[in-house]
């Protein structure tokens, strides 16, 4: 299967003491920021930062860098240091077509994939488009913060403005097998504000959700994660397969509801991905 | 070679580390500034020399406020401080 994108934690470019702690979080991904949080006068040092701190240190995260944008004068110099170095993913900003191109071009020879940033009025109508432009292009994330300038309304709690615009990343991710990644919540002291929104986010199949902030990967995972009872139910599913295919039996039910493929499917991956996390064992299948 | 301007990088911050450079006719002369001086300020000096003598920069005044940087930190402010100090007006 793919890799766990519960969690990824954004990552100021510029400031040593995120850049070099950033693997004790226990976020899924680290993003290390060129873009917004770095000034624009230090944009060169924040490059050579990100870049000195990825040669010199071995991360257990998956790495991914936010470039800045295509039409902006520091892409170029951008893309010429990230492209040498050992990371998994670049985030593209204002993501479009062309940018995709323009990047895949640019990566062509590496190993490293593209990530869109979907954070415009434009890129939520185009997003189908912009994720089928190249094969590295392996996921997306809602920027929900540039999308409400775009629109014009107001960001709010309860992410009601953002409702269409979920609901169509996720839909067209999922239709081309791509991951998709939450906005952040960006009230960073309103833990219950953010575990209601990342629940939301979780109910409408996004596979992860962004921090902006330390303090709120515990809860982030914790949503996207298998909880003890979908655990149980899978593992209780999939040993009642295994016995009716034993019986020759096509469908079986449990607690008087049929088990048909697709809950079969939905069961196998989420004990899939609770073996990833360690939250069940080989054992317990047994 | 020689710097064509004075030039800095870095911050302040906890983990970081203020550069400045500046060229002279002197020759060169590196002055750190460290809250964990007594323990690291020798290998703060070496780090700073390294990086100048990659670039085969001489005549320099470097001054060196630290705020408990890790070597990559330390290397790449004087990388930055240098690039802009190379940069021609």
Same mark, same amino acid.
Not at chain 1, 45 to 66: G, Y
Not at chain 1, 133 to 142: A, D, F, P, Q
Not at chain 1, 175 to 203: H, R, W
């Given at each position: =299967?793919?890799?766990?994108?519960?969690?990824?934690? *954004?990552?100021?470019?510029?400031?040593?003491?995120?850049?070099? !702690?950033?693997?004790? /979080? %226990?976020?899924?991904?680290?993003?290390?920021?060129?873009?917004?949080?770095?000034?624009?006068?230090?944009?060169?040092?924040?490059?050579?930062?990100?870049?000195?701190?990825?040669?010199? /240190?071995? /991360? !257990?995260?998956?790495?991914?860098?936010?470039?800045?944008?295509?039409?902006?004068?520091?892409?170029?110099?951008?893309?010429?240091?990230?492209?040498?170095?050992?990371? !998994? =993913?670049?985030?593209?900003?204002?993501?479009?077509?062309?940018?995709?191109?323009?990047?895949?071009?640019?990566?062509?020879?590496?190993?490293?994939?593209?990530?869109?940033?979907?954070?415009?009025?434009?890129?939520?109508?185009?997003?189908?488009?912009?994720?089928?432009?190249?094969?590295?292009?392996?996921?997306?994330?809602?920027?929900?913060?540039?999308?409400?300038?775009?629109? !014009?309304?107001?960001?709010?709690?309860?992410?009601?403005?953002?409702?269409?615009?979920? =609901?169509?990343?996720?839909?067209?991710?999922?239709?081309?097998?791509? *991951?998709?990644?939450?906005?952040?919540?960006?009230?960073?002291? %309103?833990?219950?504000?953010?575990?209601?929104?990342?629940?939301?986010?979780?109910?409408?199949? /996004?596979?992860?959700?962004?921090? $902006?902030?330390?303090?709120?990967?515990?809860?982030?995972?914790?949503? *996207?994660?298998?909880?003890?009872?979908?655990?149980?139910?899978?593992?209780?599913?999939?040993?009642?397969?295994?016995?009716?295919?034993?019986?020759?039996?096509?469908?079986?039910?449990?607690?008087?509801? =049929?088990?048909?493929?697709?809950?079969?499917?939905?069961?196998?991956?989420?004990?899939?991905?609770?073996?990833?996390?360690?939250?069940?064992?080989?054992?317990?299948?047994? | 070679?020689?710097?064509?301007?004075?030039?800095?990088?870095?911050?302040?911050?906890?983990?970081?580390? +203020?550069? &400045? $450079?500046?060229?002279?006719?002197?020759?060169?002369?590196?002055?750190?500034?460290?809250?964990?001086?007594?323990? +690291?300020?020798?290998?703060?000096?070496?780090?700073?020399?390294?990086?100048?003598?990659?670039?085969?920069?001489?005549?320099?005044?470097?001054?060196?406020?630290?705020?408990?940087?890790?070597?990559?930190?330390?290397?790449?402010? &004087?990388?930055?401080?240098?690039?802009?100090?190379?940069?021609?007006?």
């Amino acid at each position: =299967m793919n890799r766990i994108r519960r969690s990824m934690l *954004f990552i100021p470019g510029n400031n040593p003491g995120m850049v070099q !702690n950033g693997d004790v /979080f %226990d976020s899924d991904a680290l993003i290390f920021d060129l873009e917004d949080s770095v000034a624009l006068e230090e944009k060169d040092a924040a490059r050579e930062l990100v870049k000195q701190a990825l040669e010199t /240190f071995e /991360f !257990n995260a998956e790495l991914i860098v936010r470039l800045s944008p295509l039409d902006s004068p520091f892409f170029e110099a951008d893309i010429e240091a990230l492209k040498k170095l050992p990371i !998994n =993913m670049i985030l593209l900003p204002k993501a479009s077509v062309e940018g995709v191109k323009v990047l895949e071009k640019q990566l062509r020879g590496t190993n490293i994939n593209i990530m869109v940033l979907i954070e415009s009025a434009l890129g939520v109508e185009k997003v189908f488009d912009i994720l089928s432009t190249s094969e590295r292009c392996l996921g997306l994330m809602l920027g929900g913060e540039d999308l409400c300038v775009d629109l !014009n309304c107001k960001r709010t709690k309860s992410g009601q403005e953002l409702l269409y615009a979920r =609901m169509r990343v996720v839909n067209a991710a999922k239709a081309l097998n791509k *991951f998709c990644i939450d906005t952040p919540f960006t009230d960073v002291n %309103d833990e219950e504000g953010l575990q209601k929104d990342a629940e939301f986010a979780k109910a409408l199949g /996004f596979d992860g959700k962004a921090a $902006i902030n330390p303090r709120q990967i515990i809860t982030i995972n914790k949503v *996207f994660s298998p909880s003890e009872h979908d655990i149980k139910h899978s593992l209780r599913i999939l040993e009642a397969r295994d016995i009716a295919t034993k019986e020759g039996k096509g469908v079986f039910a449990i607690d008087g509801k =049929m088990v048909d493929l697709p809950i079969i499917k939905r069961a196998e991956y989420i004990i899939e991905v609770a073996k990833k996390l360690k939250l069940v064992s080989d054992n317990d299948e047994d | 070679m020689r710097l064509t301007k004075p030039a800095k990088a870095g911050t302040y911050e906890s983990n970081d580390i +203020y550069i &400045m $450079i500046y060229p002279t006719e002197e020759d060169t002369f590196i002055e750190i500034e460290s809250i964990v001086s007594e323990l +690291y300020g020798k290998h703060i000096r070496q780090v700073i020399e390294a990086v100048l003598k990659e670039h085969n920069l001489t005549n320099v005044y470097v001054k060196a406020i630290d705020k408990g940087a890790l070597d990559y930190a330390i290397r790449s402010r &004087m990388l930055t401080a240098i690039k802009r100090g190379l940069e021609h007006e």
